[in-house]
């Protein structure tokens, strides 16, 4: 019966192939890209072209260059296979690898049918490939943006074997490149120092970028990446490849420069530790990757990545953000509810939005006096919240402001009672010491019966204080003493399936609570991918909050992410910056203050009021306008930035002076994006009480013409200053 079903499925693929020889084309298009695929007369699908859109749809049946015969003839054509199969006849990193029941591990892929149709935002074109020796199925899936010029990307893989196959490659997808050169801009960091930006050049071998953390995944590398093709990619000139993958787990990145100088570049869930066992009918489908090219430097494809987003990806991308007051750089994890109500109070006399409570409000037999114990016991502390988180929603509400809430549902202290009740629902190994990072282990939710506590954790919270207008979802901890009680013998699924029921958590939480935005935390910028932020309105894209650092992480995040999505506060880390660059640093991105209000001197405090009011009136601008990376901290003394209302009537620029040197060249300033025939008023806002602008050019009027090609005169010689400055069409 085996060999009936292989010869027939054989008969089945054959027919397919014939069909080869007319040359199928399958043409991926947004409206500057495009991604050509060709089947060959093998019967198998390569990519021919990618790269700036063909004007004439005649042109790409002369795309075949880069299917080329095998050095040896008897060999089947080799080339840019669209999905490269392990144990092919190519001699580099596969796109797939499987571990077939009879022991074999190659994996033969040939075109069977494909299909496009309409979605939200563009066109979603499915391919089905087939494997011509066992019933093994790929599907690859693309959908193209046309207007915003993004292209998502992801794969799905099946078998009707009798037995479970290994997987140990499952890639989304593979792109490949033809330049005289590639240079690779990699973030990576850790705490506190998140998304440094690195470039090298890549050359002939592998450049792997990965991780193994588990949860806290992108503590070390952010999975997100640009690649200059032909040169180094500048902010406004170039060719640039910038992807990111929507997986808050292990990921991969490879870049790998073949013998004649070709690059393929293969995003993928990292397979350390996980040959994944995939039974009979079962879909293994990947993360999405997301990329776009930019022929215009790096700004051009931040402006792709950062609309995309609000129109489709982030949740409540087009809504509103809520400024906030946080307690935690002001009390840590020392308060009781007087000391809460009175932070309560000065969240409306400062004018923010909402007062977010942070760790430290829970745990009755286990205190959450610091980070040894509590966590899984999400009751509030009794002695020091004895009216309960009700009672801060109510004295929220009558001071007019909103309430939000600190949790951390996916982890657990040893010290808890959830852990004495249930020690098999936390990661951990059943014969060997314990290693704890921060006092804490990692809840399994490979397990579904740990996903219902994790999402019951939020729902009881919510149907008890219905007053709770916002979560702050933090998560501290990597996976340590990596063994799942719930998966015994299939430890190779653990590091996947964890993943997968953090966002089945998170995909209840939005179906069911679907107007209660919430900020992604993970220690700060850990957690800060696409898929996530699907559920999420916001993240918090570092612990670190000195404004000069800040320059750094907010001009990384950047690349990717639109202000909106970036949590930024004002907090006494760096107590040398004045509150004015504190603040104004803040204010580029999604403004927040962790700071108490009686440490501020009385002018300090009307200042941070004008400036929430002011960051509240232009949030149209700022958050959902058009943003220009003007000068980076990178290459200079100075960074600067202006955003750019849709319709071109309103602009708002941040110029910082970081460290300049003494009596450097201050250069003007040239903003970008404005419309050229209109007048604007410049009018520099955020001043000191008590001061006057010193800005040459303030309330005057000029074309936008004359302020992109002459600019304003905005910088200065002394360090850790700032201007914010008001553009209005007249």
Known sequence: MKNFFVTALGVLVGFQYAGAAEKKIIRISTDKTDLVLQVAENGRLYQTYLGEKLLHEADLENLDWQIHPASDASVSTRGWEVYSGSGNEDFFEPAVGITHADGNASTWLYYVSSSSKSVEG???TD???RDDKYPVDVTLHYVAYEKENIIRTWSEIKHQEKKPVQLFRYAS???YFNSPSYYLTEFSGDW????QMNTQKLVFGKKVIDTKLGSRAAMHAQPFFMVGLNALASENQGEVLMGTLGWTGNFSFTFEVDNVGNLRVIPAVNPYASNYELAKGEVFTTPEFIFTLSYNGTGEGSRNFQEWARNYQLKDGKGSRLSLLNNWENTGFNFNEEILVDLIRETKELGVDMFLLDDGWFGNKYKRSGDTAGLGDWEATADKLPGGINALVQAAQKEGVKFGLWIEPEMVN???????????????YPNRDTYYYRNQLVLDLSNPQVQDYVY??????????PGIAYFKWDCNSPITNIYSSYLKTRQGRLYIDHVRGVYNVMKRVK???????MMLCSGGGARCDYEALKYFTEFWCSDNTDPVERAYIQWGFSQFFPAKAMCAHVTSWNKNASIKFRTDMASMCKLGFDIGLKELKAEELQYCQLAVANWKRLQPVILDGVQYRLVSPYESNHMAVNYVSQDGGKAVVFAYDIYPRFQEKLMRLKLQGLDPNKMYKVEEINLMPGTNSTLKENEKVFSGDYLM???LDVFRFQPGQSRVIELTAE
């Open 122 to 124: 563009g066109t979603q």
């Open 127 to 129: 391919i089905l490939l």
């Open 173 to 175: 997808t593979m792109l």
């Open 192 to 195: 506190a120092k998140e998304v």
């Open 414 to 428: 040893p010290q808890s009672e959830l852990f004495e009740k249930h020690p098999d629902w936390a990661i951990h």
């Open 456 to 465: 019951g954790v939020i729902d009881k919270l919510l149907k008890e204080n």
């Open 511 to 517: 179906e069911n609570y679907p107007d209660v935005p």
């Open 709 to 711: 090609k002459v600019g």
